[in-house]
């Protein structure tokens, strides 16, 4: 069964700083990860999609990368801003299921 | 298009009464997703749609939770005789298909509170 665990639970950084957000997978037969966002009782909204075969994506100010041999994803947020301030969660798609395994998300705080 | 839409944004019931959620898909999304969120938990999933047929459901979903997606279209969560542990926001998604390519498109959500 693919468990995903995300580090750390929680982030307070100030803004400015770049910072990395991690998620960690058991399993490596995946067809591709996802980065979310999730603002307080909201939905989650997509920001990077990789696919197994890729090694990062890159959108604005944000890249991950993939190691898939490793079971590890990296989400790199550059200068970050108090609009980043939200929980960020990562999920995979295994190959041969239609299912996603999400891990339990990390909240970023980021200070004034 | 707009997206996924699911309504109603928020529901308050009282404990053992019926509730219906509903959930508009990306209309060329023929793969449609229900997942349930608690408090610090990561989403799980609940049932899978492909078109109309519903091709698999989540130990999760009791017998008390039925999924319908007639002609394929919009799709309906229901819960009867609810219970407070319910409560939590329920998440609809879809994508063009399942593999490498494909992402999933999440609505916002409905967030029910059973009292």
């Known amino acids: 069964k693919q468990e995903v665990t995300q580090i750390p639970a929680a982030l307070s950084v100030p803004e400015g700083e770049n910072l990395v957000l991690n998620c960690s997978f058991t399993d490596s037969a995946i067809y591709n990860l996802q980065w979310f966002r999730q603002d307080p009782g909201k939905g989650l909204t997509s920001l990077l999609l990789i696919q197994s075969s890729q090694r990062e994506q890159t959108s604005g100010r944000l890249n991950a990368s993939l190691d898939k041999s490793s079971g590890r994803s990296t989400l790199y947020i550059a200068a970050s801003q108090p609009g980043d301030s939200a929980t960020y969660l990562c999920?995979?798609?295994?190959?041969?299921?239609?299912?996603?395994?999400f891990g339990k998300g990390t909240k970023l705080s980021v200070i004034p | 298009d707009t997206g996924v839409s699911q309504n109603p944004r928020h529901k308050i019931t009282k404990r053992g009464q019926n509730v219906t959620f509903r959930c508009d898909p990306i209309?060329?999304?023929?793969?449609l997703y229900w997942y349930r969120q608690t408090l610090g938990q990561g989403p799980e999933f609940l049932t899978y749609f492909q078109n109309e047929a519903q091709l698999e459901k989540s130990r999760l979903l009791s017998d008390r939770f039925s999924a319908e997606r007639p002609k394929g279209s919009f799709s309906t969560l229901e819960i009867q005789r609810t219970e407070q542990g319910d409560s939590a926001m329920y998440l609809c998604?879809?994508?063009?298909?399942?593999?490498?390519?494909?992402?999933?498109?999440f609505g916002s959500g409905t967030r029910l509170t059973v009292v």
């Open positions: 998604a879809s994508s063009l298909g399942v593999g490498t390519n494909y992402g999933y498109t």
């Open positions: 209309s060329e999304h023929n793969r």
């Open positions: 999920a995979v798609s295994g190959a041969g299921s239609y299912q996603l395994t």
